[in-house]
RNA sequence: CGGGGUGUAGCGCAGUCUGGUAGCGCACCUGCCUUGGGCGCAGGUGGUCGCAGGUUCGAAUCCUGUCACCCCGACCA
């Protein structure tokens, strides 16, 4: 591709409004254009990045095993309304009529969809096992749009739904979708990590997610520094460590009038925040209230606390109304002594003695506090996020924070969509049984912003092999001036594309500084610099993006190939 | 949705407090010049100042309303 006649427009400047470095990045370099919050226009530079993405994705889906299929984004909303996925799902489905009033709504994710297809025209466990995807843009009315097309309004998804007769089949698939993930990411050349997840609202038993470990990242990822343990901090688990140590402290009230938070009772007392208890007070699945009891440094995990069997689901904090009636003290000064409702204990704030908690009444804490003595030994549970430090959950090391960015997911659904939408099929002794499902999702445009997260520098984008919008960048330096840099140019470029090479020529008669800028900014891999002086000797300039220094080699089609063969 | 902020040329911004002919840098166009890291000179294109209403002789500027966008919290590929 000659650059005069490429849609290559980038700025030099950062546009105001983009925070991450991978929205400036592509904004700046010209590969997407912003229509709306959340709403991005690819440009050709960044289309063609976006389909190389596409591309590996599809080769390793195929390789797999997976068929590819394409469904209808626009979805009757009685197919939701039959998952009760309609009501369930929030203000992140987009929903319309149509012009007979009908309501539909436009797929954020697509296990209905493919669940009636399947269920219409799969009746024999011989059509089984299954697993079926499509690449295809997914719409959700993101509550906050932000970082470009990290979290868009519209993004391009490839997920995959797999049917199975039994549980052990789902498992193996599930295995085999594992490592064409792992393939898949290894492939792309990122820095990725497999992690434990909460399934969130697709729902279902046991998932996984991919992560490309960024500063930037959304995410909190707990890792084992002693092994292979990492999971996203909703999911992770810490063992309980240490005994309890004994009660020695007197029970004694304190006058603490405006100090609510642990922090500041702490800091009133001259104690460390880990010696004080805390009282979160949800909603119990019996109607009534129920606390959870959290060291003061600890943070409560709301997934952990509705899985418990006291706590209601979807996790409600409790009103300060409610909290005023149930304990007869303002919020903030709340403790387990004397407490009237149900109570829970996070493992590390059952194991604190002669701690620091609120007295059940206004202005007043309680120091020298000590279950078993002074409130009723309680039952414990995991209900707190971890933090770095606290112990592998296999008795391995410990854990360490980092960020990262979700790029895939993939669950073990089991029977939660087959069943609610009736599928069965007939095994083998035409019995009617209801098939396992599992279901594997990549956010392809996700990618490319993740890509970027972690591969870039000063100077822009420094692109993996496999993603390069273009492998070759041809910089001829004094083009309308030299005929023989003119020739020589033209010549390496032909027989560079000749030879397959996806190859760009900057042939716009810029001086050498901004075409040298836009080079790298763009981030194309391998740059081939053509001026006089290189000619005289028989020589291109060969610099790889992200290289120190230049290297000279003879100046023939054959010695980039091998070049870039090398590098790659 | 709650809290904070911003809307002036394609991009980055000044001007708004204190009302009086809409500006700067970059980009873009023309010509000359220049060619190893975002040159130089000269000329030029482009904005009903987010939108609507109001106050005023006069509004980018003051008032009211409204819309959009961005940032911080609960969601997810």
Redesign the pocket.
């Known amino acids: 591709m000659r650059l005069s006649k490429y849609f290559l427009v ?8 983009a ?1 991450v470095v991978s929205h400036q990045l592509m904004l700046r370099a010209g590969l997407i254009r912003k229509l ?3 709403l991005y226009t690819w440009l050709p530079l960044g289309l063609r990045v976006l389909q190389k993405v596409e591309a590996v994705v599809r080769e390793e889906m195929n390789r797999a095993g997976a068929l590819e299929v394409l469904v209808p984004p626009q979805v009757p909303a009685e197919l939701w309304q039959e998952s009760g996925r309609y009501e369930k799902y929030g203000a ?1 489905l987009l929903r319309f009529k149509d012009r007979h009033q009908r309501d539909f709504i436009l797929g954020p ?1 697509h296990e209905e969809v493919i669940t009636d297809m399947a269920r219409r025209d799969i009746r024999s466990y011989r059509q089984l096992p299954v697993n079926l995807y499509q690449i295809q843009t997914k719409f ?1 009315d ?6 470009g097309v990290m ?2 309004r519209e ?1 391009l ?1 490839k997920d995959a739904y797999s049917f199975h007769l039994d549980e052990a089949d789902l498992m193996r698939e599930y295995r085999n979708m594992r490592e064409a993930y792992r393939s898949i990411f290894t492939r792309i050349g990122v820095d990725f990590r497999i992690v434990k997840a909460d399934s ?3 729902g279902g038993d046991r998932s996984e ?1 991919f992560h490309v470990l960024a500063a930037s990242g ?2 909190l990822l707990a890792v084992s520094d002693g092994s292979g343990y990492a999971a996203n901090v909703e999911a992770a688990e810490t063992r309980p460590q240490g005994a309890r140590g004994a009660a020695v402290a007197a029970l004694e009230k304190v006058s603490t009038p405006t100090q609510k938070a642990c922090e500041d009772v702490a800091a009133l007392l001259g104690i460390p925040l880990a010696a004080t208890l805390k009282l979160i007070v949800a909603k119990g699945r019996d109607g009534g209230l129920v606390a959870l009891a959290l060291r003061g440094d600890h943070v409560l995990n ?1 997934v952990k606390a509705e899985k418990h069997p006291l706590v209601a689901a979807p996790f409600t904090l409790a009103s300060d109304a409610e909290i005023r009636a149930a304990f007869g003290s303002e919020p903030g000064f709340l403790g387990p002594v004397g407490a009237k409702i149900p109570l829970v204990a996070d493992h590390a704030a059952a194991a604190l003695s002669d701690f620091v908690c609120g007295a059940n009444e206004t202005g007043f804490h309680l120091r020298g506090a000590n279950w078993g003595r002074d409130a009723a030994e309680p039952p414990t549970a995991d209900l707190r996020n971890v933090v770095s430090g606290d112990p592998s959950p296999d008795g391995q090391g410990k854990l360490t924070l980092v960020r990262g960015i ?4 993939i669950f073990q659904l089991g029977r939660k969509y087959s069943e609610a939408m009736h599928m069965t099929v007939l095994d083998e002794a035409g019995k009617e049984i209801v098939p396992e499902m599992g279901c594997y ?3 392809v ?2 990618i490319v912003a993740a890509v970027i997260e972690q591969c870039n520098d000063a ?1 822009g984008i420094v692109w993996p092999e496999p993603l390069a919008p273009f492998r070759v960048i041809v910089c001829p ?5 030299s005929p023989a840099v003119k020739q020589a140019a033209e010549k390496l470029y032909e027989e560079l594309a000749a030879a397959g090479v996806e190859v760009l020529l900057d042939d716009r ?6 075409m ?3 080079a ?2 763009i981030g194309i891999p391998h740059r081939i ?3 006089d ?2 000619l005289a000797n028989a020589q291109f ?1 060969y ?1 790889r993006r992200g290289a120190a220094e ?1 290297a000279m080699i003879a100046a023939m089609a054959q010695a980039v190939l091998e070049r870039i063969k090398i590098a790659a």
Not at 10 to 17: F, V
Not at 142 to 147: A, L, N
Not at 509 to 514: C, I, K, N, Q, V
């Open positions: 980038t700025t030099k400047e950062t546009p105001a409004d925070e709306g919050a959340g992140e994710t959700r993101e509550i906050r749009p932000r970082f979290r868009a993004f998804m969130g609202a697709i997610e959304e995410d709301a979700e790029v895939g997911h999702g990549i956010g445009s996700r100077a330096i004094g083009l309308e001036k008669g810029l001086r050498p500084g901004p040298f800028a836009d790298d900014l610099v053509i001026g002086k290189g300039e610099k230049p």
